[in-house]
């Protein structure tokens, strides 16, 4: 079973650009069968799709936050990363990256990440 | 985007009810639905994709029915660990998209 795990800064300023990567162990982001996705949650909120990379680098991302988002594999160190730039408070919540069990950027999320919360405050 | 709806936003149960929730999706998705269970405090985890499917190690009080654009969760026998939110998601394209919730507790 394959674990992952978010790393970055908990505290991003207002504008500036959040940055996280989530690193897989007990697997491969190189794998065919699935994508990589991050999702965040903000604080007593519900679940929100972020968007997907695929170990070639295919993205697909959220309408919502398309403009903002940037996606990237790193296939030789087992890893994949999100930026989100010009962050507001509104972009304060738990990141959590996730396996997604499908193809072309849709399926079903079947490991996550333990999450990482963002907060973003000056 | 498709949008998915969940009903209702919370609901009280009594230990051993038979329970259920339902997620309607703003086009057909086919079966293409998956339910997850977020108990306080916790990752989010999957429980039902297919919208029929056992996730492994899932007890089986959990069952998932429904095809097109109404699904539904349905728990057997309420238990107290059973206390979370559960988020239907929909993926027939992309992005995939999360319902509201539905919180449930105990009487």
């Known amino acids: 079973q394959p674990q992952l795990q978010e790393s970055g800064p908990g505290l991003v300023q207002p504008s500036e650009t959040l940055s996280l990567t989530c690193t897989v162990s007990r697997g491969s982001v190189s794998s065919t069968a699935y994508y990589w996705a991050w999702i965040r949650q903000p604080p007593g909120k519900g679940l929100e799709s972020i968007g997907s990379?695929?170990?070639?680098?295919?993205?697909y991302y959220n309408s919502s936050l398309k403009s903002r988002v940037t996606m990237s594999v790193d296939t030789s160190r087992n890893r994949f990363s999100l930026k989100l730039s010009s962050v507001t408070a509104a972009d304060t919540a738990v990141y959590y990256c996730a396996r997604l069990n499908g193809y072309y950027g849709v399926g079903y999320l079947d490991y996550w990440g333990p999450g990482a919360l963002v907060t973003v405050s000056s | 985007d498709i949008q998915m709806t969940q009903s209702p936003s919370s609901l009280s149960a009594t230990i051993g009810d038979r329970l259920t929730i339902t997620c309607r999706a703003s086009?057909?998705?086919?079966?293409?639905l998956a339910w997850y269970q977020q108990k306080p405090g916790k990752v989010p985890k999957l429980l039902i994709y297919a919208a029929s499917t056992l996730q492994s190690g899932v007890p089986s009080r959990f069952s998932g029915s429904g095809s097109g654009t109404d699904f539904t969760l349905t728990i057997s026998s309420l238990q107290p660990e059973d206390v979370a939110i559960y988020y239907c998601q929909g993926y027939n394209s992309a992005p995939i998209t999360f319902g509201q919730g539905t919180r449930l507790d105990i009487k």
């Open positions: 990379i695929y170990y070639s680098g295919t993205t």
């Open positions: 086009q057909g998705i086919n079966n293409y």
